[in-house]
């Protein structure tokens, strides 16, 4: 055991992994948490550098699941708005992480969720510190890093499937995200 190491909340690997596991089976987990997991479970590294590597993906997972069980918990956004309100935001985030694929304009969710579209834009902006567009591309970038991590995809049809039509369009955003182009991903992941 390294000097000062860190004890995750006291608990073995399996059974922080049965955790994530339940949470799993109640369709409750995000992509970026899966992703994460599954960079866990895939991790080739050997020995010292694997438990490190493993132990500062569990704390990525605490701090995920912490932050996804405050944003299902909360009553009210940033103390301003009304219940009504914050639960509406809390709808719409939900949406977009279901069906962030899917074309959907800021009019049709705020006629969905019965809200002003500038209200819906003020107060997403607010809560969440990006608009919705942001967090839609965010989603898209993310689920698209999940497909480059399957052996045999090709960027190009993974463009597609994000909902781009123009490779050097994905291309440019998936490095404007992430810092490197799609291949250079591609290449970086051990396979």
């Not at 605490?62 to 219940?83: C, H, I, P, R, Y």
């Not at 800021?106 to 809200?115: C, D, G, N, T, V």
């Amino acid at each position: 055991m390294l000097w000062g190491e860190p004890k995750i909340f006291f608990l073995e690997r399996r059974y922080f992994f049965s955790i994530i596991l339940s949470e799993f089976l109640k369709n409750r987990v995000a992509l970026h948490i899966e992703a994460t997991i599954r960079q866990i479970l895939q991790c080739n590294y050997n020995d010292c550098a694997k438990s490190l590597y493993q132990k500062g993906k569990m704390l990525e997972l605490v701090a995920a699941f912490a932050n996804e069980m405050m944003d299902q918990n909360s009553v009210a956004v940033k103390g301003s708005l009304s219940w009504a309100d914050s639960e509406a935001l809390l709808r719409v985030r939900q949406q977009i992480d279901e069906e962030f694929l899917e074309p959907v304009t800021i009019a049709e969710l705020s006629k969905q969720h019965f809200m002003c579209k500038s209200k819906l834009r003020e107060i997403f902006r607010k809560h969440y510190g990006i608009t919705i567009y942001q967090y839609m591309l965010n989603r898209r970038m993310e689920h698209a890093c999940e497909l480059l991590s399957a052996p045999d995809a090709q960027v190009k049809d993974i463009a597609g499937l994000v909902g781009y039509s123009n490779i050097s369009h994905f291309s440019d955003a998936f490095r404007k995200k992430f810092g490197c182009t799609p291949s250079e991903y591609k290449r970086s992941l051990p396979f």
